[in-house]
């Protein structure tokens, strides 16, 4: 009996041989749980016993080609005289040492996550190079087992289910960049990844119809989808996201805040101004009219120094400590690789990519970006 499971690739998984070279052959349940595919480690050959039950499907591959494969559940005795029905199979075995592999394929879905190991660099126009980790989750199944075998498993000489499902992962990242890399050339920007990962997704699942089909991998649903941006990038996120809920830009958005302080203060002005009682409509109003005003003001008052903000090149005045444009902090640190001069909070350097502070993942002990939620060698959340 050769009995056995991805986990166990020696011939040591069964038992020994018989005397006249038939050995029964079956993919035990205990070792195969959420293995997608089992390489029996032994040659079949004729006369073996081959069992095939009901979740599975067993495929005979031979020079480089699928030569047969049983996917009703039964045990078969691979003799002559099973000509008839096994045909092919039994012809192929005939002769002298004449034998074949054999690979067992599970029929059902599987839930996989994919993560990146190297990060996709987003050119982008305000940010420049901005070094992106994608993870999420999808469900597949082979939906072709000869093409499967043939092309996938065959062609890149596969001997293990883990070989094959981190080769079906590593794609999925590919898809995403690639699906990615589309968005952008349509001319979409780093902070719009966040709004379109529906969108993403639904992109990655549509190739993935192409790019899987010829491999007999078909791909059911993409989901969970997540990209990890370094923090001075999530930050002008938020930044945005948050000023269009406001609806207003980001100097009313000052403003507004300006005068909530102020109202709640009964003594001071600007509440007397604003009145008891006022509506969100008013206050609107009258924090647009302040922010027309401002704008009015700034040509008449060249006097004032100012200074250009250390990352979006606004002019500011000198003596603000964050850009009213970007948000910014306005200090400069140095990057240690290439000596660029970046903004105080970068985590990773603009121009060449070095992350500029790291922390180590708590499960594998793998040096990871500060601002990392996810660790990109082992996928632990951080
Ligand atoms: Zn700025
Ligand atoms: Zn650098
Ligand atoms: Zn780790």
Same mark, same amino acid.
């Given at each position: 009996?050769?009995?056995?499971?991805?986990?166990?690739?020696?011939?040591?998984?069964?038992?020994?041989?018989?005397?006249?070279?038939?050995?029964?052959?079956?993919?035990?349940?205990?070792?195969?749980?959420?293995?997608?595919?089992?390489?029996?480690?032994?040659?079949?050959?004729?006369?073996?016993?081959?069992?095939?039950?009901?979740?599975?499907?067993?495929?005979?591959?031979? !020079? /480089?080609?699928?030569?047969?494969?049983?996917?009703?559940? !039964?045990?078969?005795?691979?003799?002559?005289?099973?000509?008839?029905?096994?045909?092919?199979?039994?012809?192929?075995?005939?002769?002298?040492?004449?034998?074949?592999?054999?690979?067992?394929?599970?029929?059902?879905?599987?839930?996989?996550?994919?993560?990146?190991?190297?990060?996709?660099?987003?050119?982008?126009?305000?940010?420049?190079?901005?070094?992106?980790?994608?993870?999420?989750?999808?469900?597949?199944?082979?939906?072709?087992?000869?093409?499967?075998?043939?092309?996938?498993?065959?062609?890149?000489?596969?001997?293990?289910?883990?070989?094959?499902?981190?080769? %079906?992962?590593?794609?999925?990242?590919?898809?995403?960049?690639?699906?990615?890399?589309?968005?952008?050339?349509?001319?979409?920007?780093?902070?719009?990844?966040?709004?379109?990962?529906?969108?993403?997704?639904?992109?990655?699942?549509?190739?993935?119809?192409?790019?899987? /089909?010829?491999?007999?991998?078909?791909?059911?649903?993409?989901?969970?989808?997540?990209?990890?941006?370094?923090?001075?990038?999530?930050?002008?996120?938020?930044?945005?996201?948050?000023?269009?809920? +406001?609806?207003?830009?980001? +100097?009313?958005?000052?403003?507004?805040?300006?005068?909530?302080?102020?109202?709640?203060?009964?003594?001071?002005?600007?509440?007397?101004?604003?009145?008891?009682?006022?509506?969100?409509?008013?206050?609107?109003?009258? %924090?647009?009219?302040?922010?027309?005003?401002?704008?009015?003001?700034?040509?008449?008052?060249?006097?004032?120094? *100012?200074?250009?903000?250390?990352?979006?090149?606004?002019?500011?005045?000198?003596?603000?400590?964050? #850009?009213?444009?970007?948000?910014?902090?306005?200090?400069?640190?140095?990057?240690?690789?290439?000596?660029? *001069?970046?903004?105080?909070?970068?985590?990773?350097? *603009?121009?060449?990519?070095?992350?500029?502070?790291?922390?180590?993942?708590?499960?594998?002990?793998?040096?990871?970006?500060?601002?990392?939620?996810?660790?990109?060698? #082992?996928?632990? *959340?951080?």
């Amino acid at each position: 009996m050769l009995f056995g499971g991805s986990k166990r690739t020696d011939a040591t998984a069964g038992g020994k041989e018989g005397i006249i070279g038939a050995m029964t052959i079956a993919w035990d349940d205990a070792y195969k749980r959420n293995f997608i595919m089992w390489k029996v480690p032994r040659n079949i050959r004729l006369n073996d016993n081959i069992v095939v039950r009901e979740d599975e499907i067993a495929v005979f591959y031979r !020079d /480089g080609k699928v030569l047969a494969y049983l996917d009703k559940p !039964d045990r078969y005795a691979l003799t002559s005289q099973n000509a008839p029905i096994l045909g092919g199979l039994i012809r192929a075995l005939s002769g002298v040492k004449q034998q074949a592999e054999v690979y067992y394929i599970q029929k059902k879905v599987f839930d996989g996550k994919f993560g990146s190991k190297q990060p996709y660099q987003f050119k982008d126009k305000e940010f420049g190079i901005v070094n992106l980790r994608v993870f999420g989750e999808f469900r597949y199944k082979v939906h072709d087992p000869v093409n499967f075998i043939n092309q996938f498993v065959g062609t890149l000489n596969y001997q293990t289910s883990e070989e094959v499902e981190e080769r %079906i992962k590593e794609q999925m990242v590919l898809l995403v960049y690639d699906a990615i890399g589309h968005l952008k050339e349509k001319g979409m920007g780093v902070t719009e990844l966040a709004p379109n990962l529906t969108n993403i997704e639904q992109i990655v699942l549509e190739k993935s119809k192409d790019h899987f /089909g010829m491999y007999g991998i078909e791909i059911n649903k993409v989901s969970g989808l997540y990209i990890n941006l370094p923090e001075e990038v999530q930050k002008a996120v938020d930044t945005r996201a948050s000023m269009q809920v +406001l609806g207003a830009n980001y +100097l009313q958005y000052q403003t507004g805040q300006a005068m909530r302080e102020a109202a709640q203060n009964p003594s001071g002005a600007a509440g007397a101004g604003v009145g008891i009682g006022a509506g969100i409509g008013a206050g609107y109003a009258m %924090i647009g009219s302040m922010a027309q005003a401002a704008q009015a003001a700034q040509p008449q008052q060249p006097q004032q120094p *100012s200074k250009a903000c250390v990352k979006c090149g606004a002019i500011i005045p000198a003596d603000a400590k964050f #850009c009213p444009s970007c948000g910014a902090r306005q200090e400069k640190i140095e990057c240690p690789n290439c000596k660029a *001069s970046l903004p105080a909070d970068a985590k990773f350097c *603009s121009n060449c990519g070095a992350a500029l502070g790291s922390k180590k993942c708590q499960n594998c002990n793998a040096d990871i970006p500060a601002n990392s939620k996810f660790c990109p060698n #082992c996928g632990k *959340s951080v």
